[in-house]
């Protein structure tokens, strides 16, 4: 092969080369930019997921608000519960607790940051801390398939009561 050809394919691979680093640097900025678009998308869904929570509870009847209502309050039990209170108020604490759970598998799994993941975490450890809220999450925790053990785990490492 004669000299000029051998310079001609030198140079091919250098600039074939350097096409291939430009193109990696092209992607790594891409991967970028579309792991803050999925990061502020799901920060977004994970917003509007406990805000319809909180329109549609202000849809509910208003017997279903004042069992709402007394459930929070510290010294309220079961038993001073309707069986249907007890069913509608446990239905909208377990779904408050799985919106929480979906969160926490976005944090886990890099999609939420951080500050974000610990509102959340400490709104759920404040809902279930104490009263007919603490004794439902006690009972679905307890149930042993209700949520994931490492969520569980990590919303009862945030409770006084657990943590000791």
């Known amino acids: ?9 030198a140079f091919a691979e250098i600039i074939s080369a350097g096409a291939i680093v430009i193109t990696l640097l092209v992607l790594v900025v891409e991967v970028k930019e579309n792991s803050g678009l999925l990061r502020a998308t799901a920060a977004a869904e994970n917003r509007n997921s406990f805000a319809y929570t909180s329109e549609w509870t202000a849809t509910l009847s208003d017997k279903t608000l004042e ?20 069913y509608r108020v446990l239905m909208v604490y377990r779904s408050f607790i799985r919106r ?37 999450w006690e009972a679905e925790v307890g149930a042993g398939d209700a949520f994931t053990p490492e969520f569980v785990a990590e919303i009862n490492s945030y409770l006084p009561s657990k943590s000791n």
């Open 67 to 86: 069992a709402l209502i007394k459930a929070q309050q510290p010294s309220t039990t079961r038993g001073d519960l309707s069986d249907v209170e007890r």
């Open 1 to 9: 092969m004669s000299q000029k050809i051998q310079n001609i394919a």
């Open 100 to 136: 929480a759970e979906a969160s926490y598998f976005m944090y886990r799994n890099g999609l939420l940051e951080e500050d974000i993941w610990q509102s959340v975490r400490s709104r759920i450890a404040g809902t279930v801390e104490t009263g007919l809220p603490k004794s439902i």
